[in-house]
């Protein structure tokens, strides 16, 4: 049996080397390695305290609306002293508009209750709210970013309207509730695909087990 020369071992390595780099570039190469990448990062820093989400929880809406096209986005979180889900942070909205999301609060009734807020289930962690569905209740209708287009007949299927949103529960290992990311309107007003709403539910999935 001839031995390879070591010319030939350098030669089949740097090949080697070559067919990973352009496998797995150090670049991400589209949407969903940039996803990766950025979640990767901010995963990677200190654990998160449970008391003060607040940070954490805005570099992920940020991943949310730059590679998940959403342009709308509040996150709600449990508060400690009383038990009620309450909204913290906010990305894509009107001031008016935040200040009305600030004054709600919630039980875990309210929000798993399907006759307080009827709903379509997309994934396991995510629902979606159609606008021919919302309720009409105190305090809500001020939290839309364009409230004067409420009630308009939907058009298409496809085309998302205002009062449509969508809700991606944070919850921890043991099932208890977190917390929700509320999202609205994409960036080309169209229902989000498949692969969006997937990356929604693992994005979710994965910090609701960091928080916790």
Not at 9 to 27: G, Y
């Amino acid at each position: 049996m001839s031995e390879q020369s070591p010319s030939g071992v350098a030669t089949s390595t740097l090949q080697l080397s070559k067919l990973v780099r352009d496998i797995c570039p150090p670049t991400p190469a589209d949407k969903n390695e940039r996803i990766m990448a950025e979640l990767e990062k901010i995963l990677s820093q200190s654990r998160v305290r449970s008391d003060a989400p607040i940070l954490f929880l805005e570099q992920v809406m940020s991943i949310m609306y730059r590679h998940l096209d959403f342009s709308e986005l509040a996150v709600a979180f449990k508060d400690p002293r009383d038990g009620l889900f309450r909204y913290i942070a906010f990305m894509g909205m009107r001031r008016d508009a935040e200040n009305a999301y600030r004054k709600l609060a919630y039980n875990t009734d309210d929000v798993f209750s399907q006759s307080k807020y009827p709903r379509i289930k997309c994934t396991p962690s995510v629902d979606f709210f159609p606008s021919e569905l919302r309720p009409e209740r105190d305090g809500e209708i001020e939290t839309f970013n364009r409230p004067g287009l409420l009630g308009q007949q939907r058009t298409s299927l496809d085309i998302l309207q205002e009062g449509d949103y969508f809700c991606a529960y944070l919850q921890s290992q043991r099932g208890e509730l977190m917390g929700w990311f509320d999202l609205a309107r994409t960036k080309d007003g169209r229902f989000p695909s498949g692969n969006t709403l997937r990356w929604l539910n693992f994005i979710c999935t994965v910090v609701g087990k960091v928080i916790a």
